[in-house]
């Protein structure tokens, strides 16, 4: 009976990547994502995830209506190693906040306090806004 099929050496392709000092860590690594706050500042937002790409970093801009909190959620299933945070008060400021997600929960194992947590704000940096790539390229490399 006539059959058809194919192959592309999986196993010599996980080889390969680890050699290369790329394993599967690397692999589930999302992109840094930018929340969004209000419609009216988009542009804000685009240009932050224009830049971070220009820069050669991952970047995608959450589309949706969803709030902060289910934005970070969001960000944390994807595997954004940081959320890039421009609010109406550091957009005024000419600022960024960015949150080092790795840290946040790599210090959460920690904190038992929740009030102990968002006193020290683990992973978390306000910066002006020209400092954004400098700043996201230190947490993801």
Do not use: C
Not at 21 to 38: H, L, N
Not at 44 to 70: F, N
Not at 127 to 141: G, H, K, N, P, W
């Amino acid at each position: 009976t006539p059959a058809t099929g194919f192959s592309f050496g999986v196993s010599r392709l996980a080889s390969a990547l680890r050699a290369a000092g790329r394993g599967a860590e690397d692999a589930t690594r999302g992109p840094v994502v930018a929340i969004v706050f209000s419609e009216d500042d988009m542009q804000h937002y685009l240009d932050a995830v224009s830049e971070l790409r220009a820069a050669g970093i991952a970047a995608e801009l959450y589309l949706g209506r969803a709030g902060m909190k289910a934005q970070m959620k969001y960000a944390d299933r994807r595997g954004a190693p940081a959320a890039v945070i421009l609010g109406g008060d550091e957009i005024a400021a000419g600022q960024v906040t960015i949150k080092d997600l790795d840290a946040g929960r790599a210090r959460a194992a920690a904190i038992t306090d929740n009030d102990a947590w968002k006193a020290e704000r683990p992973g978390q940096h306000t910066v002006t806004r020209d400092q954004l790539v400098a700043v996201v390229r230190s947490i993801i490399e």
